[in-house]
Every structure is written in structure tokens, then in C-alpha cells.
């Protein structure tokens, strides 16, 4: 019996630290490489400045 393992990948860091650059690719190999559905892929920025200052943690 195969089950689906289903994940998420938050990235925090300092801003300017490369992030973006990081994960457009990522996101491009998953689109491209591995058949992902781009409705099945979130992208959030967080700096939009109603987020800037909010906690993260629960």
C-alpha cells in the first residue's frame, strides 16, 4: 500500500540573502521536471508591508 507524502517548504531568512533566486528555480524543476501542477504549487511573499512586523509562529 502506497500512501502520499504531502509537504510543505517554508523559507525564512534575512532579506536580500538570495531566497528568491533559491526557490524560482525550484519551482521552475518541479513545473518542469517533475510534472507538478502549478495549482498544486503556493508561492507567498511576505513583504508586502500589511505582513511586515506579523509573527510567523503559532
Known amino acids: 500500500m502506497r500512501q ?5 517548504v517554508v523559507l525564512l ?3 536580500r540573502f538570495g531566497k528568491t533566486i533559491l ?5 521552475q524543476d518541479l513545473l518542469d521536471i ?6 498544486d504549487i503556493l508561492y507567498v511573499s511576505l513583504e508586502i508591508p500589511l505582513y511586515t512586523g506579523l509573527m510567523l509562529e503559532g
Open 4 to 8: 502520499e507524502v504531502n509537504r510543505s
Open 13 to 15: 531568512g534575512p532579506r
Open 23 to 27: 526557490i524560482y528555480p525550484a519551482i
Open 34 to 39: 517533475y510534472g507538478v501542477s502549478g495549482r
